[in-house]
């Protein structure tokens, strides 16, 4: 006797539902990348400086909130996504893949904040790498329909490992061993982009108390 096995998505919201998720983090990196900049330009981390925090509790708030949220964004858009008749075959590698994603884009959002003085360069820098990133990363024409050039070249792309990490636990059935890949490619670069941000952004002037006797 012979089976027939079949792999891949059971229906085209499996694939379209990452893609749209990824829009969801690329919506809250900008959201509050450019915030940070609006609070510097207006003087408010000035007023923060001048409460009893450090610059790492004010960042570390700053990207605790980012975090938060784009878990609720994921959490939000997962629901929708299990209305249309997506279900993740694991949710366990599922939560693995949405929490490095998360690591990843706020990372993300540090490095948009350091990357303008102002609302309008921050801006256009951060969609200037994100916009060519999603492109060959898979956001707007998934990958398996792109010519094998450009899927090569998507491998740069965090955006491809954020796809690739949710459909992981959505339809690739991966185990832990298969996660690991796409998750700490993620986890590294949030890391490495949270470190150049917070850097870029003492560099760039964050505002530091000074304390003037009398």
């Known amino acids: 006797a012979v089976a027939r096995e079949r792999r891949g998505p059971d229906n085209a919201f499996d694939v379209t539902f990452p893609q749209g998720i990824v829009w969801g983090l690329i919506g809250c990196v900008m959201t509050f990348g450019i915030s940070l900049v609006t609070e510097r330009t207006h003087g408010t981390l000035v007023r923060l400086r001048m409460a009893p925090l450090t610059r790492a509790q004010i960042l570390g708030g700053k990207a605790l909130a980012c ?3 784009i878990m609720i964004v994921e959490v939000i858009l997962l629901a929708v996504a299990f209305g249309f008749g997506v279900r993740p075959s694991s949710m366990a590698m599922l939560a693995l893949g949405g929490v490095s994603a998360a690591v990843c884009f706020v990372g993300f959002m540090m490095l948009v904040a350091s990357l303008g003085k102002t609302e309008q360069t921050a801006s256009g820098a951060g969609w200037a790498i994100l916009m060519p990133l999603s492109m060959i990363g898979g ?3 998934p990958q398996f329909v ?5 899927q090569t070249a998507g491998m740069i792309s965090p955006i491809r490992w954020v796809i690739l990490a949710i459909e992981g636990g959505i339809w690739r059935q991966f185990t832990l061993s298969e996660m690991a890949t796409p998750c700490a490619i ?3 670069v949030g890391v490495a982009c949270f470190a150049a941000g917070t850097r870029g952004l ?3 002037g964050f505002p530091a108390v000074v304390v003037e006797p009398g």
């Open 67 to 69: 975090f938060v949220t």
């Open 139 to 141: 956001a707007m024409v």
């Open 146 to 150: 792109m010519p094998p050039w450009m």
């Open 186 to 188: 993620l986890i590294s």
């Open 202 to 204: 003492r560099e760039a």
